[in-house]
C-alpha cells in the first residue's frame, strides 16, 4: 500500500490541496459571520493574499515530515515541489 502512494503526483496533489483546505478550515473556525468568497476578496483588498499562502503552507510541513518519517521519499518530493511553487507564487506576489 505505502509503495502505491510514494509517488511525486500524489505528494505535489496533497501539497496543494492541503494549503486549500487549510485556508477554509481556517476560514472555519477563526472568521465568523463573512462568507467564504467575501473572506477570500477581503484578503485581496487588503494585499494579504502573500501573508495567506504563507499561513496555509504550514501544513505542508507537517505532510512532509510524515512522508519522510513512512520513507515515502518521492511523495515528501512532490509535497516539496508544491510547497516551492507557493514560495514563488508568494514572491511574486508580493515584490513584482
Known sequence: ???????LIIGLMLGIIIPALATFLFHRFFVHGIAINEYIKTIIKHHLVSHMISICTVPNL??????????????A?????????FAVATFIIKFI
Open 62 to 75: 507537517l505532510l512532509f515530515f510524515l512522508f519522510l518519517w513512512l520513507n515515502m521519499l518521492r511523495a
Open 1 to 7: 500500500m505505502q509503495q502505491k502512494l510514494d509517488k
Open 77 to 85: 518530493r512532490g509535497v516539496l515541489f508544491a510547497t516551492m511553487l
